[in-house]
């Protein structure tokens, strides 16, 4: 209970202290760019209905594909220490195989070919 007392108001007052020094020392000098709906220098004044390449939303899809992967790997080291580790270790070769075949059928298929 003593070290609560002592982190809750010693927290409160580091955070009040940040959000005053950002409000202090952030410039606040917003010119024509930053005041504009798209800070890109991107005219609005276009059709929002322009053609849009679908092979953005594949590079996308692949991207969290493997990085889910990846997420999905991180605990194997440690069970390697499990009394049995072959059941861990085949179902991960089994995803990483069928992600594997995956990318080999999407680049055959010619999927990651960017340019026509």
Not at 55 to 82: G, K, M, N, S, Y
């Amino acid at each position: 209970m003593n070290m609560i007392t002592f982190m809750l108001p010693l927290s409160l007052t580091l955070t009040l202290i940040l959000i005053f020094l950002n409000f202090w020392l952030a410039p606040t000098n917003p010119d024509s760019e930053k005041l504009s709906p798209y800070e890109c220098g991107f005219d609005p004044l276009g059709s929002a209905r322009l053609p849009f390449s679908i092979r953005f939303f594949l590079v996308a899809i692949l991207f969290l594909l493997f990085d889910l992967e990846i997420a999905l790997l991180l605990p194997l080291p440690w069970a390697t220490q499990l009394p049995s580790p072959t059941t861990t270790l085949i179902l991960t070769l089994t995803i990483l195989s069928l992600l594997t075949l995956g990318l080999i059928y999407e680049w055959i298929q010619g999927g990651l070919e960017w340019a026509e």
